[in-house]
């Protein structure tokens, strides 16, 4: 396995908003964290050595559009999950079957 690495990009052109997009390349050291439940502010945490991002409804009452994207994140990374699963296994693109 390669080590893990995170970069940020930070994007402009003229007359249009900056963009900013950090990338995670995960491995072993990576620590993924859920905290917050127990006084209401719920945070899922991804860091690798000093780059981190934490996701969390926005401030003040949750609603339930904010389930609705909790739902949807949770879904993306089951889905990430199980064709990372796949891969790990040899059975992704460009594997030959067996």
């Known amino acids: 396995m390669s080590e893990g690495y995170t970069y940020t990009t930070i994007s402009t052109d003229p007359g249009e ?3 900013i997009g950090v990338s ?3 491995d072993n050291r990576a620590w993924i964290t859920f905290c917050g439940q ?3 502010r719920p945070q899922l945490s991804v860091s690798l050595g000093e780059v981190g991002v934490r ?13 609705r ?9 089951a889905d990430y999950a199980a064709a990372v ?3 790990a296994a040899g059975n992704g693109p460009g594997t030959a079957a067996a």
């Open 38 to 40: 127990e006084d209401g």
């Open 69 to 77: 994207i909790a739902r949807d994140l949770a879904s993306k990374a």
């Open 55 to 67: 996701i969390c409804p926005a401030p003040g009452t949750a609603t339930a559009e904010d389930a």
């Open 17 to 19: 908003p900056g963009r």
């Open 24 to 26: 995670f390349y995960l």
């Open 85 to 87: 699963e796949q891969l």
